[in-house]
């Protein structure tokens, strides 16, 4: 089960080079607009400054943890050790974003936009790192031990791939003077490809270690095991990962905002940008073959007891599934539903954000992308809570850009990203990954061009 927690996360962090939760930051408050201000909230696709807008390919990538720095995931020696110290629990957000081909087009007042997405994320959300050391080391240890569990979160290995096509419709609904407010609204048709969740809520127990006998007693726990398509199978087996369109069009989900800008006098260029919006209202249901979606009820006495050391092993929900239902286990876990198809929301968020023109070159942004969700929810996916100071500066076609970014799971980070003509690079973290004291790490790139 140790390389399911946690190998498994770090494997997409590795190969998959590094993704970031807030998508974009810095580039999507760019005064130049367009397509990737419009992800941020459509309404900002009404103050495109060009007829068309379009993208070829972007991606954004993110590794976001409370354990583990920057030097130690380049170090990468004993990373289950050092991901399980300490008390408080254990959080991980791996999340990627690829936008494909995309097109805005700018009539009048009204502004159209249609994108291609694609989603991985992969999560460990609170979980107990007693537990976690006692699976991974426990089998090596020469100790007798008990350690008391008792936690009323829901301890959950979460992760959720699945495909966008999103229609944007934004209008310009006063222009006045110096005033422009502008309202947006999108549609994204979903694609889920593959999900898979086990959490335990409500874990009270003891784990008895003899000489690396690793045994639950006195335990109870409200357990769910869901998974589809591929990721029952094996986090590893990134061939898989680009089948994200793979279950056809099963989930509606919509982003509304809008805009304000007070502008310079006789002048079409601002000096203060806001806006508002909520992201990712809906959902979708998973209905592949594989699927599977069973709660158990975790019961455990005294004698006997639950051995652990059987999931050290484990490296799917399947292998899991399968420990769970052998007679010794079985009289542990009462199914009490199982399901076939199931609906996963997505993590709604609150966007709010304003952009001040301090002199002709020089800008700053401040943000917040605030969840509305609550990741102890099983059937959630999730992100974390930002908050962000952008300075940018502005010479032509060229911006610079340093995000000063503090987040739910890694804390402060700061970065830095330019945009030269349609191209631009950035990263929310590589200033302080750089110092090796960042426990998040990511990186954004692509191209666009406007006509």
């Known amino acids: 089960m140790k390389k399911y927690i946690l190998l498994s996360l770090i494997f997409l962090f590795s190969t998959s080079e590094i993704f970031s939760q807030e998508h974009l930051l810095g580039i999507t408050t760019s005064s130049r607009g367009g397509l990737l201000n419009g992800f941020n909230n459509p309404a900002e696709l009404s103050n495109m400054n060009m007829k068309f807008d379009v993208n070829l390919f972007n991606t954004s990538v993110n590794f976001s943890n409370n354990k583990l720095s920057f030097n130690d995931l380049l170090d990468g020696t004993n990373l289950e050790d050092k991901f399980f110290s300490g008390t408080e629990a254990a959080n991980v957000r791996v999340d990627a974003l690829v936008i494909g081909p995309g097109i805005a087009f700018k009539n009048g007042n009204w502004t159209y936009a249609i994108s291609t997405l694609a989603n991985i994320k992969a999560n460990i959300i609170n979980v107990d790192t ?11 240890s020469n100790l007798i031990s008990q350690t008391t569990l008792s936690s009323l979160e829901n301890q959950r290995l979460n992760a959720a791939t699945w495909g966008e096509i999103d229609f944007s419709l934004s209008r310009k609904l006063i222009d006045i003077a110096r005033h422009q407010v502008n309202a947006g609204a999108t549609v994204k048709l979903l694609f889920p490809s593959a999900y898979a969740n ?35 199978n094996d986090f590893n087996d990134t061939s898989n990962y680009a089948n994200f369109f793979k279950q056809g069009i099963n989930g509606v989900a919509f982003d509304i905002g809008g805009t304000y800008r007070f502008k310079e006098a006789n002048s079409n260029k601002y000096i203060i940008s806001a806006g508002l919006a909520v992201k990712n209202i809906g959902g979708m249901s998973y209905k592949d073959d594989t699927n599977t979606s069973i ?7 005294n004698s006997p007891t639950l051995d652990l050391n059987q999931f050290e092993s484990a490296n799917s929900l399947t292998e899991i599934e399968t420990i769970l239902a052998q007679p010794q286990n079985a009289q542990f876990f009462q199914k009490t539903k199982t399901n076939e198809a199931f609906k996963v929301k997505l993590p709604t968020t609150i966007n709010a954000y304003a952009d001040f023109k301090v002199t002709s070159k020089f800008y700053a942004t401040a943000s917040i992308n605030q969840k509305v969700t609550d990741d102890s929810e099983s059937d959630v996916t999730t992100t974390q809570n930002t908050y962000s100071i952008i300075p940018r500066l502005i010479f032509g ?32 973290s590589i200033v302080t990954a750089a110092l090796n004291n960042s426990k998040q790490a990511d990186i954004y790139l692509g191209f666009r061009f406007g006509i």
Do not use: C, H, R, W
């Open 130 to 140: 007693k537990l976690g050391d006692a699976i991974q080391n426990g089998a090596l």
């Open 198 to 232: 086990f959490s335990a809520s409500n874990l009270q127990g003891t784990i008895q270690n003899n000489l690396g006998d690793i045994q639950l007693a006195n335990a109870s726990a409200q357990v769910n095991l869901a998974y589809s398509g591929f990721l029952g």
């Open 295 to 301: 709660d158990y009820n975790l019961s455990v006495g």
């Open 397 to 428: 076609q060229f911006e610079m850009f340093a995000p000063q970014t503090s987040n739910e799971i890694s804390g402060f980070t700061s970065g830095f990203g330019m945009k030269i003509y349609g191209f631009y690079l950035g990263s929310s």
